[in-house]
């Protein structure tokens, strides 16, 4: 019996930082039957106990039905080839069938023009961060639970190391890939230099595949095969397995994902995330609502996380935000809206000072965030304008804020400008802040379905429609 596994030097990358070690690795078999002297098909299998394949394959395939109709049976190893001999014709019009698992698979070797590709040709230059792999892993098991009504189905999805470009789901896993590619080609989307994760083994089907549309990069929960990784190494493709939590595994070409030098982050100040809010006029919960590939909350946090070293996101219902890697405190005054929450943050925080935002502003503008902060010494709040007035869920607040809010609370009222006169205040003009973000995105909160569906239709380059500067949009204070 050959031995079903093999160990190959790979790079693991874990808590921010890579290391070299050996993994066992799944063989992929590929076996050639002929019956009765011709090339009927070729099975992609793990190379174990391959006569009970045969015997299977040709039973379930209707050509016999007991040891009697097998006449003579014999597998050759070292060349990977069975030749059978059974009783009667096997019928003229049958194509050669090429199987692998799930789905119908192809030939295991790529094809003479792929053979060619040097490394790193499917992408020249790509590189992604392995935050890129990580969440978007993460936002492809997200679209499953969305759509999947049932287990049992594979999935996958491209994304351009940003956001989720394109999702799909099927029986087959190989199916996955040719509905994207399909979608790409309807929607005009070019897949050259894009990420793939699938839910499912990596075999040298689905890396061919992936070589053909020139995709940088293919990521699975699970393992790859020996020869998706030689393959892989071959076509330039970069290669993760076990992509789980905060850790994945790089079979080919490593040297594609790179953490980039670390961002300055802003001093002293907490970036928190108000997710309590009762969404009443939105009639679900804004935090979780999808747009571009991932929920609000998603990009609120990935956008928080590279401005500061501490996010805290407040929330009365932990378990919907279990996914982000940060703290999650509740209200100490329990249902008391935005201004509980900003004091609940405030109580929280490691830091002196907080910058407050709310889970239905997802195009939040770093220049925007650093301008305000940089402000920080000019009062315990720093609150900058829009034209819409005020923006004190886009805001920085002082822990000396705590005693100001906690008598407000106390007395019943519940609007956050009624602290504002028992501390310095500091307004940012709407002048001082234009430059940094034109368009006013990142004041841009998300309170009705139509303006949830607004944010999400594509606008015509000179259309005005829907521009932040004039729509009519609530703010919770």
């Known amino acids: 019996m050959m031995d079903k596994r093999k160990s190959r030097a790979i790079v693991r990358y874990e808590k921010k930082s890579f290391s070299e070690l050996e993994r066992p690795i799944v063989q992929e078999y590929p076996l050639q039957l002929l019956v009765n002297d011709r090339e009927l098909a070729t099975l992609i299998s793990s190379p174990h106990q391959l006569n009970f394949l045969v015997a299977g ?18 597998i050759c190893a070292d060349f990977g080839s069975a030749r059978i001999r059974v009783k009667g014709e096997i019928p003229e019009r049958l194509k050669p069938t090429l199987t692998s698992g799930c789905g119908t698979g192809i030939s295991f070797n790529l094809s003479e023009s792929l ?31 969305n759509y999947s009504q049932h287990g049992g189905i594979h999935s996958a999805a491209v994304g351009d190391g940003e956001k989720l470009l394109l999702f799909a789901e099927d029986l087959g896993r190989h199916n996955t890939l040719d509905r994207i590619a399909g979608e790409a080609l309807f929607k005009g989307i070019d897949l050259a230099g894009k990420m793939l994760v699938t839910s499912g083994r990596v075999s040298t089907e689905m890396i061919a595949k992936a070589a053909r549309l020139g995709i940088a990069l ?9 020869l998706a990784v030689e393959l892989a190494a071959q076509a330039g ?9 905060e850790t994945f595994e790089i079979y080919s070409h490593a040297e594609r994902i790179a953490v980039s030098a670390p961002e300055q982050k802003i001093a002293g100040v907490t970036g928190v995330i108000l997710a309590g809010g009762e969404s009443r006029r ?41 996914d982000i890697p940060c703290r999650k405190v509740p209200d100490i005054y329990y249902a008391k809206g935005s201004l509980a929450g900003i004091h609940s943050g405030l109580c929280h925080a490691r830091h002196e000072k907080i910058f407050v935002v709310a889970c239905d502003m997802p195009f939040l503008s770093a220049d925007i965030i650093h301008g305000i902060c940089a402000r920080a010494e000019r009062g315990e709040v720093v609150i900058p304008q829009s034209p819409r007035g005020l923006e004190p869920l886009h805001a920085l607040y002082h822990k000396s804020c705590i005693p100001a809010i906690e008598e407000i609370l106390d007395s019943g009222r519940r609007r956050i400008v009624h602290f504002f006169p028992a501390v310095r205040v500091e307004e940012l003009p709407i002048g001082d802040l234009t430059g940094l973000d034109p368009e006013g995105q990142s004041f841009r909160n998300i309170n009705t379905p139509e303006e949830y569906f607004q944010c999400r239709a594509p606008q015509r380059p000179d259309s005005k429609k829907g521009s932040p500067a004039e729509e009519p949009l609530a703010k919770q204070n």
């Open 282 to 322: 939105m009639g679900c919960d804004k935090s979780l609502l999808p747009i571009a590939g991932a929920r609000f909350i998603d990009h609120i946090y990935r956008k928080l996380a590279t401005l500061f070293d501490e996010v805290v996101i407040v929330t009365n219902s932990p378990g919907l935000y279990q």
């Open 218 to 226: 293919v990521a699975s929960r699970t393992s790859p095969t020996d």
């Open 115 to 145: 053979m060619k590709l040097e490394s790193n040709a499917a992408a020249p230059g790509a590189t992604f961060p392995p935050e890129a792999v990580l969440h978007l892993m993460k936002d492809l098991a997200r679209q499953a639970e």
């Open 237 to 245: 493709i970069t290669l993760v397995g076990y992509v789980r939590g």
């Open 57 to 74: 394959f040709l039973r379930l395939q209707g050509f016999v039905e007991s040891l009697d109709d097998i006449l003579s049976l014999g």
